[in-house]
Nanobody
Framework: VQLVESGGGLVQAGGSLRLSCAAS????????IGWFRQAPGKEREFVVF????????NYADSVKDRFTISRDNAKNTVYLQMNSLKPEDTSVYYC?????????WGQGTPVTVSS
């Protein structure tokens, strides 16, 4: 399974971005998908995940009420709408898929929030 993130960029504090994670394999729709992020010099941290039907979600406290995850299984794509961005949200954002055959990560998309 290949995962490709897109949508990152440079934005001012308070702004918004929408990230996408597109999967090459239609079985993607059968699995939960997570977003993680890694800031320079820090460990990768959990941001949010969404269940396979798009009903169950779980957010890190640091992004709750600002970020919204959604998915379109017909397009094999998961989205991360990020609002009210803060400089501390600056990171490379990765999507993650865990299947019975292993863990899959995308290449990441960088997000930079200027103050």
């Amino acid at each position: 399974v290949q995962l490709v993130e897109s949508g990152g960029g440079l934005v001012q504090a308070g702004g918004s971005l929408r990230l996408s994670c597109a999967a090459s394999d239609p079985t993607f729709s059968s699995y939960s998908i997570g977003w993680f992020r890694q800031a320079p010099g820090k460990e990768r941290e959990f941001v949010v995940f969404i269940g396979w039907r798009g009903i169950v979600t779980n957010y890190a406290d640091s992004v709750k009420d600002r970020f919204t995850i959604s998915r379109d299984n017909a397009k094999n794509t998961v989205y991360l709408q990020m609002n009210s961005l803060k400089p501390e949200d600056t990171s490379v954002y990765y999507c993650h898929l865990r299947t019975i055959t292993g863990d899959y990560w995308g290449q990441g998309t960088p997000v930079t929030v200027s103050s």
